[in-house]
């Protein structure tokens, strides 16, 4: 049976657009009864607001409630923490989560994450997580990438961070944006080693 441990994810949302990955993973990993440490940006919050029909409440107090009833999950399962909550389990390496996903990954995000700036909660959390050797997971959501968005990708990559770009394939012939969304999502749940039926293989 697995742990508490490996069945704890940080899952971060930042400003870039594809906020749908975002929240259908979070979905995908409440429906597979796991723990998730939820972190918004405030970009994330206007971009959820403009791409999609989610109405996110203004408190972060209230999200915890909200994504339980949206996502049909237990309350418990869900912890929902703001850029400033410095006290927040995730921005120590005594965290439970063995596994942070920044999805999607705002190409500012993925820079200040490659320098170690730690200036809100989701940057000191990507920053522990690698301090401690842990699982990192990013999806970035842009192009053209310039050669600062390459560079700082390269520069993760060495130091063992997933970089699994939002580039959704087609083999599966996709007939709507769902279709599109869960292909990424399914790859992102198969590096974090969960089981999933949401996204075809090559083959089958």
């Known amino acids: 049976m697995p742990s508490v441990k490996s069945k704890t994810v940080t899952l971060a949302i930042t400003g870039a657009s594809g906020t749908q990955y975002g929240l259908r993973l979070l979905e995908c990993l409440l429906?597979?009864?796991?723990?998730?440490?939820?972190?918004?940006?405030?970009?994330?919050?206007?971009?959820?607001?403009?791409?999609?029909d989610v109405k996110l409440p203004a408190q972060k107090a209230a999200r915890r409630t909200f994504f339980a009833e949206l996502y049909h999950a237990k309350e418990e399962q869900i912890n929902v923490y703001g850029l400033d909550q410095w006290l927040a389990p995730v921005a120590s390496g005594s965290s439970l989560a063995p596994t942070m996903v920044v999805c999607p990954c705002s190409t500012g995000s993925l820079a200040a994450i490659a320098?170690?700036?730690?200036?809100?909660?989701?940057?000191?959390?990507?920053?522990?997580?690698?301090?401690?050797?842990?699982?990192?997971?990013?999806?970035?959501?842009?192009?053209?990438?310039?050669?600062?968005?390459?560079?700082?990708?390269?520069?993760?990559?060495?130091?063992?961070?997933?970089?699994?770009?939002?580039?959704?394939?087609?083999?599966?012939?996709?007939?709507?944006?769902?279709?599109?969304?869960?292909?990424?999502?399914?790859?992102?749940?198969?590096?974090l080693g969960i089981e999933q039926h949401i996204a075809p293989r090559w083959g089958e």
Do not use: C, W
């Not at 429906?31 to 999609?52: G, H, L, P, R």
């Open 31 to 52: 429906a597979a009864d796991y723990t998730v440490n939820v972190i918004i940006s405030k970009a994330a919050q206007i971009v959820i607001a403009t791409e999609t």
């Open 115 to 191: 320098q170690g700036h730690s200036n809100n909660l989701i940057e000191r959390a990507a920053d522990v997580t690698l301090k401690e050797g842990k699982k990192l997971i990013l999806v970035p959501r842009e192009t053209p990438y310039s050669t600062i968005h390459l560079e700082n990708m390269l520069k993760l990559s060495q130091m063992g961070v997933t970089i699994l770009p939002a580039s959704p394939g087609f083999y599966h012939k996709p007939t709507d944006i769902q279709h599109m969304i869960d292909f990424i999502v399914g790859r992102i749940l198969d590096q």
